[in-house]
């Protein structure tokens, strides 16, 4: 059997006829390799959430609000994603989204932890763990995905490893990939879109300073500097391009990312800003890497063009924002294109990956070209996909049917009912 770079692992499995790892470069094209691996511990779920940043924690507690038993699986040791382990804890402004992400910037507001749109990553950890707990979820920290359990065109259960306890399964009736790569989906066999590795949008480390002498000026020609109290300032002012998808690559990316954080603050000291640096992102920020190809695919023309879906699950007019492969050096290149679009709408079609019957995807995965997931791929849309992929599983699960058959009507009545907007309000271009 032809697998391409999927390695086959034999493992004893009661009920799943082939289990899938995420390829692996030591490995060579349609080589078939036997691992032998001891299946410590099995959890199980109604629907299983893998990746707990702002897509995830939206899909997961989406979920749990409809009475299903819901578990999340979680790399790090604490949700947020992008927001958290890599240090972008902003909210780029958007008024279109309504539900679950006004509910976290109360709480964040509620425990003094936003400030216009930025937040404090920290008080961020806090609201969101406890908003899953609140709802029932059960949280995996620390606990890789690597594979997945699948028989047919279904998946029976998600491969994690865990340091401290090994390898486990998670076994589900419906599944979302909220990684931000696509790893579930493309692990079970999904169809993906990447951009060349020279137009992948460049990858930043952010930081945060401390500066207490008034607001900070830009230092480079792009990104963005934020204020979170008298003493803080966040930065998103360097550019790393980079595969992330190739773990050397990214290993490199990681290490030049900090080399230019202490350039920048070295040459801020220099002219004289009263700067000290407090700490770095655990985790460079990644933009893009995989799209998985779905039911549809949006484009820029149906955001240029405001389209309006009959399937429609969120709202966004965030503009159409790519950063070009730049270093953080080029002070004179041209360093991308922000270009506004009016309000658009997300078709539920493009979180159903093509060739699996019990997966949807959410955040900036789903499915897309580079352009229109330059818009979306905001953390205020990603929990709006998120919260509609909860909801839909949840649905799923309810009626014994997959994510395709369920009644989308239905779906965006329950959507509306938590208050996510979905419909273009009256005179909002």
């Known amino acids: 059997m032809k697998i391409g770079l999927i390695i086959l692992i034999c493992v004893f499995l009661a009920s799943a006829s082939e289990l899938v790892l995420l390829p692996s470069t030591f490995f060579k094209p349609n080589q078939m390799t036997k691992i032998s691996l001891k299946i410590a511990f099995r959890e199980g779920a109604d629907v299983v959430v893998v990746g707990g940043g702002p897509a995830g924690c939206g899909a997961a507690i989406a979920a749990a609000s409809q009475g299903v038993k819901v578990i999340l699986i979680e790399r790090f040791d604490y949700l947020g994603g992008a927001g958290t382990a890599m240090g972008v804890s902003l909210f780029m402004g958007q008024d279109v989204v309504g539900g679950l992400y006004e509910k976290i910037r109360e709480e964040l507001n509620n425990r003094g932890g936003l400030k216009g749109n930025a937040y404090d990553p920290d008080v961020m950890k806090v609201v969101l763990y406890e908003m899953c707990k609140e709802k029932g979820v059960k949280i995996i920290f620390n606990a890789w995905a690597i594979g997945v359990v699948k ?114 603050v070295e040459e801020l000291k220099g002219k ?126 309810e009626k014994g049917v997959s994510p395709r058959e369920i009644d989308v009507k239905e779906l965006q009545a329950r959507l509306r009912e938590l208050g996510q907007i979905i419909d273009k309000p009256e005179g909002k271009n």
Not at 179 to 194: H, L, R
Not at 204 to 229: E, F, I, K
Not at 252 to 260: D, K, S
Not at 374 to 386: K, L, N, V
Request: charged residues 20%; proline residues 7%; hydrophobic residues 40%.
């Open 272 to 397: 004289n800003y009263p700067v000290e640096l407090l700490i770095s992102a655990p985790h460079i920020g990644i933009r893009e890497s995989r799209r998985i190809i779905g039911d549809y695919i949006l484009t820029e023309e149906d955001l240029i063009e405001g389209r309006m879906f009959e399937d429609r699950i969120a709202l966004c007019n965030y503009p159409i924002d790519v950063h070009y492969q730049i270093k953080s050096s080029d002070l004179k290149a041209v360093t991308g294109r922000l270009d506004k679009v009016p309000t658009y709408s997300i078709p539920y079609r493009c979180l159903l990956p093509k060739g699996l019957d019990n997966l949807l995807v959410a955040g900036r995965c789903i499915s897309a070209t580079q352009e229109a997931m330059a818009s979306f791929r905001i953390q205020p849309t990603s929990i709006a996909i998120g919260t509609a992929a909860g909801i839909a599983s949840a649905m799923a699960v």
């Open 151 to 264: 028989e047919s065109s279904r998946i029976k259960g998600i491969l994690i490893h865990i340091p401290e306890l090994g390898f486990g399964i998670v076994e589900g009736k419906v599944f979302v990939d909220a990684t931000g790569d696509g790893d579930i989906a493309f692990s079970a066999g999904a169809p993906y879109e990447i951009s060349p590795d020279n137009k992948i949008m460049p990858l930043t480390l952010c930081y945060v300073l401390w500066w207490q002498d008034g607001w900070p000026p830009l230092w480079r020609n792009y990104g963005a500097v934020w204020r979170m109290d008298p003493y803080r300032v966040f930065a998103n002012q360097t550019r790393i391009p980079s595969n992330p998808l190739n773990p050397f690559k990214l290993t490199e990316a990681e290490m030049e990312g900090r080399e230019e954080m202490l350039s920048q």
